[in-house]
């Protein structure tokens, strides 16, 4: 087996990008993901790469939008208003159909907010942030060894897909450590004909850009645009199921209110509560399945580290049939396994509404 | 199942995070299951720190810790804000050097180590938190001194190797030290 280390949830982030290919990082120091910046610094220069501290988020995200152009696994990170401020360069880079990889360690919004976690970026992650119709694909990290694994298959899918796709962490589980082992991971790569490599008067020109002025072409461009995501709902939704053979209070929740929430489901069985977890992985694209096999499901709690976003997608998922409640802190504020246990207990007792 | 959540909490600068990173690594190179979360922020720049380390047999699941099996007071405002929160049969280590308080609570066991002064008496200032880790080393049913070189040897950097025989010797005065 190898090497259990001990490392910080940013730090396994900046490593397992390292490992996946990612030789350039831009970037701007927010607390709590400064690590991630700080690692690539470290090691970026001794292994060929490039670290660039930029002027601000705003020149980062584009030079992770030109890296990307040329074909290069590219990468950048920041915590809530850091990414408010890269929104513009998320929809440039989803317009133009370049793969990319976005890091959000999120804090207590809105405005500056505060630096404690948080998880109420769930909606500009998953509905946009940026204008115009677009989609990342954005993965929700429980662990720090999810911080790893989820990295290099966000760089996979990216690269696969041709867009971006976001790693939606919190405070937390940045700046938590926890044993992580860096197994020999499969690292696919993709060619990537389209890129920016310089024609060397062999080939035509490739094109990257996300202006069409032409109204017919722009639409196409979004059908088509709308196909692969339809294909990436179909086939990449990922989530873990914990107790939900025969729940009947599912308590949903990513990240490390799922966490919370699973030690308040392993408390609620020992009391006899059939309470089951549904953990999604994947937060775009919401895992619908998992919510189609939770048949014997009365009631559901969305537990949050916000003032309740994730429930709505719950509610689509289940077609509103059946009891969703919220369980939540917000600014900073995490909910104790108690409170996730007496929601589940109230949910139990059929007084949710 | 087997678990012990343990509480670390005093000013920033006194090593508070150090002593959970010790504790965890411990747990690591032992094969257990740990985790460790900081305060993170302002309070890293002084003001209060805290640590929570978890050990355990099984998957940690919440890694925040909200009744403690262990809690390290390094100051009065940690103990006071913690003292209620520790589960009845756990364990309390206080720096008597810095807290003049006692615990009022019959349901616990509390160890006082006068740390900070032992540390300085023995001219290793900073290391009154590694005393009071060799003393609940020693004194917790489910921890254990032995090994402690190693992870000693694992987490001070080479750049540093003199504090290794520091943080050995303050570890070994810790343990040996009779609190009650």
Known sequence: ?????????????????????????????????????????????????????????????????????????????????????????????????????????????????????????????????????????????????????????????????????????????????????????????????????GTECRRPHNVVNSLYLKPEELERKNFERYEKYAEIEKNEAMWEDYMMDDAEIVVVAFGIASRVAKNAVATARKEGIKAGLIRPITLWPFPNAAFEAAVSARAFISVELSMGQMIEDVRLATKCDKPVTLCNRAGGMIPSPDEVLTAIRTAWKGEAK | MKTTEILIAGFGGQGILFSG???????????????????????????????????????????????????????????EKYVGAVLPGGQIYVDSSLIDAKVDREDVEVFYIPATQMAKDEGIGSLANMIIVGHLLENHPELSFSGVAEVVEKLVPPKKAALKELNMKALTLGKDYKSN
Request: contains cysteine.
């Open chain 2, 21 to 79: 990173k010790f504790l965890a690594y411990k747990g690591l190179m032992e094969d257990t299951q740990v985790s460790w979360l900081p305060s993170y922020g302002p309070e890293m720049r002084g003001g209060t720190a805290n640590c929570n380390v978890i050990l355990s047999d099984s998957p940690v699941g919440s890694p925040i810790i909200t009744a403690p099996d262990v809690l390290i007071a390094m100051n009065l405002p940690s103990l």
């Open chain 1, 1 to 197: 087996m190898a090497e259990r280390i001990l490392m910080k949830g940013n730090e396994a982030i900046a490593e397992a990008a390292i490992r996946a290919g990612c030789r350039h990082y831009f970037g701007y120091p927010i607390t709590p993901q400064t690590e991630i910046a700080a690692y690539m610094a470290k090691k970026m220069p001794k292994i060929g790469g490039v670290f660039l501290q930029a002027e601000s988020e705003i020149a980062s995200i584009n030079m992770v939008y030109g890296a990307a152009a040329a074909g290069f696994r590219v990468m950048t990170s920041s915590s809530s208003p850091g990414i408010s401020l890269k929104a513009e360069g998320l929809s440039y880079i989803a317009g133009s159909d370049v793969p990319a990889l976005v890091v959000n360690v999120q804090r207590g919004g809105p405005g500056l907010g505060g630096i404690q976690p948080s998880q109420s970026d769930y909606f500009q992650a998953t509905k946009g942030g940026g204008h115009g119709d677009y989609r990342m694909i954005v993965l929700a990290p429980a662990s720090v060894q999810e911080m790893a694994s989820l990295t290099i298959k966000g760089f996979d899918l990216a690269d696969k897909y041709r867009m971006t796709s976001m790693i939606l962490a919190d405070g937390t589980i940045g700046q938590m450590m926890e044993p992580i082992t860096f197994e020999d991971t499969e690292i696919t790569t993709y060619d990537k004909p389209w890129a920016l490599t």
